[in-house]
């Protein structure tokens, strides 16, 4: 075994960050989601000609926070991408690490109010993008801009069944690839979303879900950039902007008024505003109503 990375048993940076997190009881979802953010920091130090885990430094850590600013990535993006390097040290550490604050290394406050319009309620836009890409990115971006799934539900979602609920019971219900393992239910409500799932079932074929029966998730997550890639370059804006662009639809269909980040300030009363988010917390799995901030814009 090699004593690199404090014995974790490989030379590779990335990978020990990985087999550390595992090694620290946290969930699947956590550990996937922090590897990813803690793979950008171990891109970056090997660029400083640091390869191991006992030669990051706070020194390199303000380097790694002033590379993230220079990205222009959002405040929440550096905050993560920071926060996955102070997990990781710690736990491979045995605590010794002393967490630095992203704050403390000039990275911006998060703004979870959206203040930005969701581009993505234009479908043309959406459209746009599809077409430079192949199906599955395609479907992927259907299926998020449509029912409001999140990257990885959508890839993991059976749409073939789904479809199937979708016509039967006016519902899809929402298993895999969720946040905490909480199943949820999306309602069907237009025929966008039956095109989204029609558009997944013809791509899925006879596997399970969209990703080919031959690759992991993790291999298949080159499509997802991809997908990523094309959305942003058409609309400037993420996969995020979509289930926000999904949100601002619900929320027009449910008020008869646009979102406040449409409109510009809430056009509805407080009650039936309230009443809107509360069901869009639900559909978009994250069930707490201050959460829908960052894809209505202020409820103020």
Known sequence: MSSRNFGIGTRHLDSAGRLWLQKGGLSYSSVDTISQRWNDFAKFAKSQDVGRMERITPEL???????????????????????????????????????????????????????????????????????????????????????????????????????????????????????????????????????????????????????PEELSYKSFRSVIDHAREAIKATTGQGLHALRASFSCDFYHDYTGKDAPVVAGDRQVDKILDKEARQEIAKLLGHNRIDVTVSYLGSAK
């Open 61 to 211: 850590m303000q380097k790694y926070a002033d590379n993230l600013l220079s990205r222009g990535l959002s405040a929440s993006s550096i905050q993560n991408r920071l926060s996955a390097v102070n997990t990781v040290m710690r736990i491979a550490t045995k605590g010794e690490w002393k967490s630095i604050s992203p704050m403390k290394l000039g990275a911006p406050a998060r703004s979870y109010v959206r203040l930005e319009k969701p581009l993505g309620i234009d479908r043309s836009l959406v459209e746009q993008a599809c077409k430079s890409l192949g199906p599955r990115e395609s479907a992927i971006i259907s299926l998020t801009r449509e029912l409001g799934l999140r990257s990885k539900e959508a890839c993991l979602l059976d749409a073939r069944s789904a479809l199937k609920e979708a016509e039967t019971k006016g519902m899809v219900t929402i298993t895999e690839g969720t946040k905490g393992g909480r199943p949820r239910v999306v309602t069907i409500t237009n025929d966008h979303q039956i095109a989204a799932l029609e558009r997944a079932a013809d791509v899925q074929g006879k596997s399970s879900s969209l990703i």
